[in-house]
């Protein structure tokens, strides 16, 4: 389900015998996924960050990461876009494309480290910790569903704001050339993707949904590189990370301790031991909070504004309002912290965020019994636990004899001088 193997048919099926996609009954698939899961996968991990008891101790440990830095994120956008056009040597509408810019940079990096994150996820949920199959996961996410994605967007012309900036960086060639760079772009996809099952399939523990996701990615990246529509591949991109986004969020705190106090946090604690919960939190979030987050998401003279379905005038109206300066910042600087929120709650190379997360990197054996699926993860949760103590026990008890040591060593080096 957070692959896109399922989704790609879909998506080429409801936009069969139409030239132009956006007409068909997948602006109607597009619509009900906008709505229910962009702005809720935006604010996931703003939810594990503050709302769960699995990441409070992260809250305490790594301040800068978790507070200093998005308040400066903040900070920075509102005063990006408050100030009028006279007020600063550029204008708001300059400010505004230098920031998509960087914006754009961000979110296609953001994207393919998803999708290593996802490998990732499904390669601990097997058991596996081979260096080797890590390495490849993390070539395949950034190479395939990163560069050649970005690549695909230059040829398209679909970068942020590319008619203002490519003129120096583009030349007359790589257009005309066009063609063959997305032929041989779309083999290099499809030996990856074939050398990636490969190794999968000679695994002894190999994992279905691995093979899954690297079909999805690979069917994405092709539809990239292929396009039909520019529409077509937007809805396929976009949708799947939204709901990989929101599904991982909904399974991540469910193996969390009960909080020793407070009323908001125990009330926390029961949705979060619940991903129905956590999930249906998000999907009214990303409704709700949709007229606002569109003023600056949907940029362009030919955007669709699909708040205007839902809240009609009231959407319209906030985009002639006085609160544009406003939706903007905030509009930039939820994207940029979610950027960064996302790469810290996820960031599986930390201990703390790997015992933090342990109830979605615990695997867990099918059960008819939801109460035994929950008891399975907290046992999976309470080995990671004890092995994460362990090696933390370990490393201190290392630490007063490395001290000891080198004291001794300084010691005998200074005998060694004096004599």
Request: net charge positive; charged share 15%; with cysteine.
């Amino acid at each position: 389900m957070l692959s896109a193997i399922w989704l790609a048919p879909l998506a080429f099926w409801l936009s069969r015998g139409y030239s132009h996609p956006e007409e068909s009954p997948l602006d109607l698939l597009y619509f009900g996924l906008t709505a229910l899961f962009w702005i809720g996968h935006r604010f996931s991990s703003t939810y594990l960050a503050y709302c769960t008891e699995s990441y409070r101790p992260l809250l305490r440990s790594q301040p800068i990461r978790f507070v200093v830095l998005p308040l400066l994120i903040t900070v920075g956008c509102l005063a990006v876009f408050l100030p009028s056009d006279e007020a600063m040597p550029w204008s708001r509408e300059q400010r505004l494309v230098a920031l998509a810019v960087i914006d754009y940079v961000f979110v296609t990096y953001h994207f393919a480290a998803q999708h290593f994150g996802a490998l990732s996820i499904y390669r601990a949920r097997a058991r596996r910790s081979v260096s080797r199959t890590r390495t490849m996961d993390r070539w395949f996410a950034l190479g395939i569903g990163g560069a050649l994605v970005f690549v695909a967007d230059l040829l398209a012309g679909a970068v942020a704001y590319q008619d203002r900036w490519s003129g120096w960086m583009i030349s007359n060639w790589l257009v005309s050339m066009q063609d063959g760079i997305r032929a041989g772009a779309l083999s290099v996809v499809l030996i990856a993707a074939a050398a990636m099952l490969l190794m999968e399939l000679r695994t002894p523990s190999w994992s279905l949904p691995r093979i899954l996701y690297v079909l999805g990615l690979t069917a994405m990246v092709a539809i990239a590189l292929r396009p039909r529509s520019l529409f077509l591949f937007l809805v396929v991109w976009t949708s799947q990370h939204w709901i990989l986004a929101t599904g991982l969020a909904s399974r991540t705190p469910i193996a969390e301790s009960a909080p020793a106090k407070g009323r908001t946090r125990r009330a926390l604690h029961l949705v979060n031991t619940h991903p129905w919960a956590i999930l249906f939190l998000l999907v009214t979030l990303s409704v709700l909070l949709l007229p606002f987050f569109e003023v600056e998401g949907n940029r362009l003279d030919d955007a669709i504004f699909y708040g205007d379905r839902i809240f009609g005038s009231f959407a319209a109206g906030l985009r002639d309002s006085t609160w544009v300066p406003a939706l903007l910042a905030i509009g930039f600087a939820s994207g940029f912290i979610h950027y960064l929120l996302d790469r810290s709650v996820f960031r599986f190379s930390n201990p703390q965020v790997r015992a933090a997360a342990r109830g979605l990197l615990a695997p867990v054996e099918r059960s008819s019994s939801s109460t035994l699926r929950f008891r399975q993860v907290v046992t999976e949760a309470e080995k990671i636990e004890m092995v994460e103590r362990a090696g933390e026990r370990e490393y201190e008890s290392r630490v007063p004899r490395m001290a000891s040591n080198s004291r001794t060593a300084g010691r005998n080096t200074r005998k060694t001088t004096s004599v």
